[in-house]
């Protein structure tokens, strides 16, 4: 990506950008970081990134860790006891950048980032801008950390309205679900929201970069039939993202007698879900790659005929749809507010939960070649047209702005 000015007679900013996750890793929320950064940098603007000791380093980003846990050299992707601790250290490592960095803007991604930024940003008299990727408090209850009838909750989602209206200067958020859940349940004033939409990469994610034989090449690697539709998946390995619902749709297809394979990429929990495929009896049919390096997420992900998105959270961003999107495939997603904002009327829907309903969506379009084919070329269009990384890093570099002047 060629470097630009900041533009005429203005001076770069410096950002103190706080990801309280493994950053690099090839999943969610890390996509975002990864983009906003590279283009922030590309338009000239100077981006440090504070986060935990593990993640992989990425060409080209300035990535700041901290010290390692002495008695825990791992931990789980999603809510856990041991994130604690380690936001401990990501606070001590923050506050000994931004004294080192001197920043003009601090970018909290997630809560805690926001949590940690908001003190920051009070100490050294910058703006904190929140990255809002979705409801603290709902997300632990999806991960079943917390019981939503539980005392903990109470306290917990006390604490995420704090954080959401009382820290921040501004909030991006990743849907307009998020801004409406902003405003409704967690008080946040309407002119500190700033819709914010998760980008496609359709330079990289382009399925005419991909020749037939370097994609027979990997389907054979992969061990899968000729002949056979492909329905994809890339993303966590998690129940609320609706694994078992997928297990559940390939045995239905395959009791039905359909010629196709379901492509599963992604982590954790994949010994879980492969033997879950082999007690359904569907593990002919169903292959899961295990984790997919985002430098080659690109060609994996082309071999689709048909994207799937049965994510059951309400609240979270869904940016693996832009992908599918990018990659010119039908979607076959569940009914919710987020994925209709990404997909408009172009997504083939199911009811939530409904894995009936899903199984028959997939399998109208496995019968209807020609519908594939134009809602994959019209989704694609919408996401060269929309969701350009380009135009939504200038609404942040506009936010930055306002809020420095």
Known sequence: ????????????????????????????????????????????????????????????????????????????VGSS???????????????????????????????????????????????????????????????????????????????????????????????????????????????????????????????????????????????????????????????YQGIPHLLEAALGLKQAGENVHFLIMGYPNVAHYRAKANRLGVADCVTFTGKVEYRVAPLYLSLGDIGVAPKLSSTEGSGKLLNYMALAQPVVAYDTAVHREYLADLGVYAPAGDVAAFTAAVTALLHNPARRSELGQKLRLRAENVYSWETAVNQIINLYKNLTR
Not at 3 to 23: C, V, W
Not at 122 to 140: I, N, Y
Request: a neutral charge; glycine letters at 8%.
């Open 81 to 239: 006891r041991h994130k604690l601790a380690f936001d401990v250290y990501l606070a001590v490592q923050s506050l000994v950048e931004g004294l080192r960095f001197r920043p003009d803007v601090i970018h909290g991604h997630m809560h805690e980032g926001a949590l940690i930024g908001g003190v920051l940003a009070r100490l050294l008299r910058v703006p904190l801008v929140f990255d809002f990727q979705g409801s603290l408090t709902a997300e632990m209850v999806d991960h079943n950390f917390l019981d939503r009838d539980g005392r903990l909750y109470a306290l917990a989602h006390r604490l995420e309205r704090f954080i959401c209206a009382r820290l921040p200067q501004a909030i991006l958020t990743s849907s307009i679900r998020a801004q409406r859940l902003l405003q409704d349940e967690f008080q946040v004033a309407p002119e500190r929201i700033h819709p914010l939409p998760d980008c496609a990469d359709t330079h990289r994610f382009d399925a005419d970069h991909f020749s037939p034989e370097q994609k027979q090449a990997l389907r054979r690697r992969l061990g899968i039939p000729d002949g056979r539709l492909i329905v994809a998946y890339l993303g966590l390995l998690t129940d």
């Open 1 to 76: 990506m060629a470097q630009k000015s900041a533009g005429r007679g203005e001076r770069p900013f410096r950002i103190l950008m706080i990801a309280p996750t493994s950053f690099f890793s090839d999943y969610g929320g890390h996509i975002r970081i990864l983009e906003e950064t590279r283009h922030l940098q590309a338009m000239g603007h100077e981006v440090a990134i504070v986060t935990y000791y593990k993640g992989s380093d990425m060409p080209g980003l300035d990535i700041r860790r901290t010290w390692p846990l002495p008695w825990r050299t791992d931990y789980e």
